[in-house]
């Protein structure tokens, strides 16, 4: 059985875009002679030699040349997009695997902080006990650890708060205006 489209002017598809090359420039008394309310010779085409139902079926919904045309565009633009993210997917697979880096706080040496007094030493109200000097305090790995991380997660919070201020005023704003 032969595979290629054979149009009543002579040119020859042999694939999908092929056809839709031919298509663009053939004249409608052509097109009628493919397509009509008894036959779509396109859509048998494309499901018995392409073997490509659901393109076939919407093929055989078209009743003009421009709607054909605009299917059969749409379903070659649809899996060269395919096509292009199955090999973006590919190559990202074989790329090899970059894991965060933690820091080890388990080797560190303990952070010691100084209490500060409230009041600088200058200022001595009457009345008043003068405070002792600076205490040490220390803070162990696990103690920084956390104070970091809820650090992090505060500024993370209020990060998220602004941002979505943000955006909800640009999508909003864009809307109301």
């Not at 997917?89 to 952070?111: F, N």
Request: net charge negative; with cysteine.
């Amino acid at each position: 059985m032969d595979q290629a489209f054979y149009c009543k002017n002579g040119k020859v598809a042999h694939t999908l875009e092929d056809l839709a090359d031919i298509l663009k420039d053939m004249p409608q008394d052509e097109f009628s002679h493919h397509v009509s309310a008894f036959k779509n010779d396109f859509s048998n085409w494309i499901l018995q030699v392409l073997q490509n139902s659901d393109l076939a079926g919407t093929v055989r919904k078209c009743t003009t040349k421009e709607e054909t045309l605009a299917a059969i565009n749409e379903h070659v633009m649809r899996r060269e997009v395919s096509k292009r993210f199955e090999a973006y997917i590919e190559e990202k697979r074989d790329e090899p695997k970059v894991s965060p880096v933690v820091p080890d706080v388990s080797a560190q040496k303990p952070v010691v902080f100084e209490k500060k007094e409230e009041m600088p030493s200058q200022i001595v109200i009457p009345g008043e006990a003068k405070k002792p000097e600076a205490e040490k305090h220390v803070v162990g790995k696990g103690e920084a650890y956390r104070y970091f991380t809820l650090k992090e997660f505060i500024l993370g919070v209020l990060l998220g708060f602004v941002l979505g201020f943000v955006v909800s005023k640009l999508l909003f704003g864009l809307v109301l205006t």
